[in-house]
T-cell receptor
């Protein structure tokens, strides 16, 4: 138990579907992240939110839409995905901007696009 | 620019043998360094971290790492590997809310 909970753990969706991944952190952190991890590829940072404000968007296609209603919750809305979007999506949180931060990860959501 | 290099993509060790996973970083200021482990299908779990002070840090599951500023390295070690240590290991550098991860080292443990 890392204090970062992701749901669902597994998701299969068609290319025309709309679904969402949910992340909740119980650590009192102020920053939240989405990472994509594909087979044989490095971790890819997708989005960063700090105090609910998006501070980084790493040229992620618009078919991925993040939402951060408060510092404890982060969503990733998915629509019209492609098969190459199949991957493990990891949510993470950290204290915020200060030095000496530690980032903590959830268990991940396995996404398969068919 | 900050970067992290893990030179070994894959390492195989025998159970009971010692282990060292290499990590080199490029960072202009005082680095905050981390090692994470990822079991198949799981998220990344923090093994240990270095912020300051003693350059030899102890972590969970019997792991330790040594920070060597002169070599820009933060290598992970374990004196005796267990079969359950088979996993992917990631080294990372952090500054504020930005974190830079290496590409990972996959560890196989043979009986």
């Amino acid at each position: 138990e890392t204090g970062v909970t992701q749901t669902p753990r597994h998701l299969v969706m068609g290319m025309t579907n709309k679904k969402s991944l949910k992340c909740e952190q119980h650590l009192g952190h102020n920053a939240m992240y989405w990472y994509k991890q594909s087979a044989k590829k490095p971790l890819e940072l997708m989005f960063v939110y700090n105090f609910k404000e998006q501070t980084e968007n790493n040229s992620v296609p618009s078919r991925f839409s993040p939402e951060c209603p408060n510092s404890s919750h982060l969503f990733l809305h998915l629509h019209t995905l492609q098969p190459e979007d199949s991957a493990l999506y990891l949510c993470a949180s950290s204290q915020g901007d200060s030095d000496g931060n530690t980032i903590y990860f959830g268990e991940g959501s396995w996404l398969t696009v068919v | 620019a900050q970067s992290v290099t893990q030179p070994d993509i894959h390492i195989t060790v025998s159970e009971g043998a010692s282990l060292e996973l290499r990590c080199n970083y490029s960072y202009g200021a005082t680095p905050y360094l981390f090692w994470y482990v990822q079991s198949p299908g799981q998220g990344l779990q923090l093994l240990l971290k270095y912020f300051s002070g003693d350059t030899l840090v102890q972590g969970i599951k019997g792991f330790e790492a040594e920070f060597k500023r002169s070599q820009s390295s933060f290598n992970l070690r374990k004196p005796s590997v267990h079969w359950s240590d088979a996993a992917e290991y990631f080294c990372a550098v952090g500054t504020g809310n930005q974190f830079y991860f290496g590409t990972g080292t996959s560890l196989t443990v043979i009986p």
